[in-house]
């Protein structure tokens, strides 16, 4: 963990002790940005950071022109073990897809979307890293060239960003999984595409007790 | 194959042939049902099978109150192959989460299921047997519990009918799979899995050459 990353995820726990101790309930207002890094003492690119992240995870919820307000923080209407099987499904039969259908130019795009998003990470530009790590899974959905995988895949979408958000948030257990992103993206290259599937199967039950078959 | 089906079979085939030797287009009448029957030396109700079948298959078009119709006789705005590959996706996947949740209760039904699919196919009840076979496949996703499993599969119901009617359609290719359902059934009776996800996969793609890892 870099430290730019320990500073912002330090923050986040700050906003969700503030939270806490001040017995702030769902929508009840935040002070503004500049008081809060006042309080806890960070920067204010920080500050707006971790906001970001709490945002996607639904534990906040900014109004634009009124401010930054509590929200539930609960996950969509499914359960996590409905979405992550849903998601592994997809991103399972994808894979064995791409691995047919890859072009040279797929494997530079993807190769550009893990390099940014293993950036981002390192540099602890969490909210980009979201985007980044969503945008290389996507690439390859995209690659099996399947409308249906794809277009259920993007209806998942907003449900998986929650959960990637909240996994961030959960900073102690966070794995950082660069290097099964890497080993996907390499087994791809080369075509491995049961290598891949069990990588890419690894990579969403990480953190989870469940796991399907 | 049982005299009826062949019955039904061949009337499909004598329609199919009167559409081709008339000329007929897209768009163009068939003769009422009556003066059909006689052109093809067949009772009424087994033409009526006939031209069921026909119409699930998108080849001819009923209009209330004005007739029957040429119809343009293709597959949904999909491919088979991606269609065959998503629902084979999530039937492998469904059959896994309904070995591990299944209830006596949901057995029974399915076995209730299979027992009418079975006997409408033998009986060459070929419109119900379609419904029937769809709604075994479609108590198996239902088990799985997966609320994303279950809505997708509702989208694709209305491709695989057109899909199933149009195999039935090629009455020299079409395989009777009831054995393959028989153990389909069993194997999930029994909580084999694996064996279970192999037969579901085979099933659809018995007649495709294509297959999927």
Redesign the interface.
Known sequence: MTKNRNLVNETIQQVENYIQQNELMIGDKLPIEKELAEIFGVGRSTLREAVKILVYSNVLEVKQGSGTFVKNGSIGE?STT??L??RS??ES?AI??AAMYRTDKDMLRLKEVLFQRNRLLEAGNFSEYIEADLAFHQQIVAMSQ????IK?YNE?LPDIKLHLSQQVLRMEDYQDNTSLHNTIYRALLEGK??EA?AMVQKNIFTDEEDE??
Chains 1, 2 share one sequence.
Do not use: S, T
């Not at 399947?146 to 995988?149: A, Q, R, S, T």
């Open positions: 499914f409905d979405l099987r849903a499904m997809i039969q064995v897809l399947n409308p249906f995988l259920w998942l595409a049961e599937q399907i078959g």
